[in-house]
């Protein structure tokens, strides 16, 4: 089946006192704008194998408040936007978690937008069996960031933007691929503490076109593999 929903302006809202699922083994549609709320426990964005979903979350004010992990591409398909200003708020995040391959992803984020952010109180780990793609164009925080745990995962930082935290990790695992993008004029790379490059498996970072990155200790391959 198909299901879709929107939540239209202030005061707007809808609550899941359990999951929200969006594409469980359908399509889902799920569109948050002029300020609206969703809530719900956990979010999964294209949920079994077959389930497709997408998600936007656009403009200043509008939300999406999970009181636990956002999963986008668990076993499916999923798409993320947050842009012009929207939050999407969650512990860890997970993009591509066992679905996609390198050339067709299973979980998509794009980040864009004055305000925009996905906030974390966790971590966040893209790719973590399967493929994930994390598209940012605007300042964004998180703890510890795993692009390619086992799977295969891809992070483009563009345009000016800064991203920044604590720890990262390309290619953790012996089947695990990681590579960072950092491009253009004023766009940083920050990492406080530790950056592994390479930890099992293969990691990759790129920075050009005038992009700064930073970091603590850097290691670049890290372990036998």
């Given at each position: 089946g198909t299901g879709t929903v929107t939540i239209n302006g202030q005061e707007s809202s809808w609550k899941s006192t359990n999951d929200l699922l969006v594409g469980k083994a359908g399509t889902g549609n799920l569109t948050v704008i002029e300020g609206g709320s969703v809530e719900s426990d956990s979010g999964y964005i294209g949920f079994s194998t077959?389930?497709?979903g997408e998600v936007s979350?656009?403009?200043?004010?509008?939300?999406?408040?999970?009181?636990?992990?956002?999963?986008?591409?668990?076993?499916?398909?999923?798409?993320?936007?947050?842009?012009?200003g929207g939050v999407?708020?969650?512990?860890?995040?997970?993009?591509?978690?066992?679905s996609g391959d390198a050339e067709t992803p299973g979980g998509t984020v794009n980040l864009n937008g004055d305000g925009s952010a996905w906030q974390m109180s966790g971590d966040l780990t893209v790719g973590e069996s399967g493929a994930g793609v994390v598209n940012i164009t605007l300042w964004t925080t998180r703890e510890a960031l795993i692009v390619g745990g086992a799977g295969s995962g891809k992070v483009n930082v563009t345009t000016g933007a800064g991203a920044t935290a604590d720890s990262v990790?390309?290619?953790a695992s012996a089947s695990g691929s990681g590579e960072v993008n950092v491009t253009g004029e004023n766009t940083q790379w920050q990492v406080a503490t530790a950056t592994i490059i390479g930890g099992e498996g293969q990691g990759k970072l790129n920075v050009t076109l005038g992009a700064q990155a930073s970091t603590g200790t850097a290691t670049l391959g890290e372990s036998t593999g």
């Open positions: 077959t389930g497709q979350i656009d403009g200043e004010g509008s939300r999406w408040d999970n009181s636990a992990a956002l999963h986008v591409g668990y076993d499916g398909k999923g798409i993320l936007h947050i842009t012009s999407v708020a969650s512990t860890d995040g997970f993009v591509g978690e066992n990790t390309l290619g």
